[in-house]
């Protein structure tokens, strides 16, 4: 898969939910590798800030994010809206300190997403795969968030209230490609008993009965009615049952599940990466959304190249025997046993470390350990597989090694091992040059990673 911007920009105009203001938002077309980000256009400057995890610094109704003093809030219907259309890079444009409510849910975005269409760039995707579970628990709130190794990506989520009119709810988006129609439309709620809090707090300046469902479930009198009313700037209502006051009826019998699950969907997106794993999420809100998302951040942090998926079950994209007629090289120095992956700009080949390697007889007797130079060299031969990739009849070419710069051997490897190497380009191919960034991994651990340059000539 290759990353996605949009094919064209669009704006979306409306009512700030905190801070009641008309605010203007654009969302455009960026470069490959740009990600998506916040460029505040009405301070000096016009500072940009990532949308990732790490830079949250608010939860407190609606996810924050901010870059010194800049900050843009209540992101998050947007961001759900772009992951769910697989879109990688944009760039937003925001004249305050926050994106328009619109209708209180993402169907506005999702609705002009669609219209405007995608793009599709020469980079390739690059995704966060969960190959263990990952947990979260707030023991206090008793919110959790796990997620759980799939082949695609999905999301589970269920709300707790202790109220008489919103019940216990549960939530599903089983494929991307429902997101539109099951979960865009539905809107952020709010419980009556939580208004005037809000409003002491200087929140919800711009909230009314068209951009959120409210919610009416503790017995309040007419005054006190009267005066929540007033500060959402709304008229007077009369209510004698508990329930939704809103005029719009809810779009779904769990809407506020579906509205929760769009929330975990947009602060998930602060991975910075689409996921191939099963989200389920308890009593979620922005604050456990955001710290699990920080938590996987941290995780990208450590490690550069998050480790192939290597199904030993699947047939290769190239054997040993297509390797033979590709690389000149034979025993005792043919180090690739199959290729598993390859696109267009990246490689993904194996070998398994015997102990029978001729090598380990002098390397060492008492201790066998995969020499760094031979690493090195396994990890050159996958490189040199995926330049030939690039030519019509690869067999009448070679590769040769021009450059090895950044070296670093992190871990040994000894006899047992399999060997995942990844091999991408960091550049066009020029005049036959080649520059690639290679890792080696055992397991999960990168045990040595360098930079290449090759150069493929034709055979005489």
Do not use: W
């Not at 494929?175 to 979960?183: A, H, R, T």
């Not at 005037?196 to 469902?213: Q, R, T």
């Not at 947009?266 to 938590?295: C, E, M, Q, S, Y």
């Not at 990890?379 to 710069?405: C, H, W």
């Amino acid at each position: 898969m290759k990353q996605r911007t949009l094919k064209s920009a669009f704006t979306v105009t409306g009512k700030g939910l905190h801070t009641g203001l008309t605010i203007e938002a654009s969302f455009n077309p960026a470069p490959e590798n740009h990600g998506i980000k916040f460029e505040r256009v009405d301070l000096e400057g016009n500072p940009t800030i990532d949308a990732l995890a790490e830079n949250v610094v608010e939860t407190q109704r609606g996810t924050v994010i901010a870059r010194g003093e800049a900050k843009v809030s209540t992101i998050e219907h947007a961001l759900a809206s772009l992951y769910a259309a697989g879109i990688d890079i944009c760039l937003v444009k925001v004249n305050a300190p926050e994106l328009p409510i619109l209708d209180g849910s993402a169907k506005e975005y999702a609705k002009l997403i669609e219209e405007v269409g995608y793009e599709e760039q020469k980079a390739e995707k690059c995704y966060y795969v969960v190959k263990n579970k990952i947990e979260l628990v707030d023991e206090n709130s008793g919110s959790s968030i796990v997620i759980l190794p799939d082949e695609e990506f999905s999301i589970d989520t269920m709300i707790e209230f202790n109220s008489p009119v919103l019940p216990n709810q549960f939530a599903s988006l089983d494929n991307l490609s429902k997101f539109k129609e099951e979960i865009a439309g539905c809107r952020t709620f709010v419980f009556v008993r939580e208004i005037l809090p809000l409003v002491a707090n200087n929140l919800i300046k711009g909230g009314d009965l068209n951009n959120a469902i409210v919610i009416y479930d503790s017995p309040l009198t007419q005054e006190s009615l009267d005066k929540i009313a007033d500060a959402m700037n709304v008229p007077h209502k009369n209510v004698n049952e508990l329930g939704y006051v809103n005029d719009e009826p809810l779009h779904f019998d769990n809407e506020p599940a579906r509205h929760k699950l769009l929330d975990v969907l947009g602060d998930i997106a602060l991975i910075g990466r689409p996921i191939k794993g099963h989200v389920i999420a308890t009593r979620p809100g922005h604050t456990i959304n955001t710290t699990f998302a920080k938590k996987i951040r941290r995780e990208l942090k450590r490690q550069d190249m998050q480790t192939p998926v290597y199904d030993p079950n699947k047939e290769p994209v190239m054997d040993i025997n297509r390797i033979r007629q590709l690389l000149p090289h034979r025993y005792p120095f043919l180090l690739v046993d199959k290729i598993i992956e390859l696109g267009d700009t990246h490689i993904v080949g194996i070998k398994n470390v015997s102990g029978n390697e001729p090598f380990f007889q002098g390397h060492f007797p008492q201790e066998p350990v995969m020499p760094g130079v031979l690493l090195v060299e396994a990890m050159a031969q996958v490189g040199g597989l995926l330049v030939l990739n690039t030519v019509d009849e690869p067999e009448r070419y070679s590769t040769y090694f021009m450059k090895i710069d950044n070296v670093k051997f992190r871990q040994k490897v000894v006899p047992g091992d399999t060997l995942i190497f990844h091999l991408s380009l960091m550049t066009e191919i020029r005049r036959g040059c080649a520059v690639m960034k290679g890792y080696a991994f055992v397991g999960d651990k990168i045990v040595t990673e360098a930079e290449f340059m090759a150069q493929i000539i034709k055979n005489k």
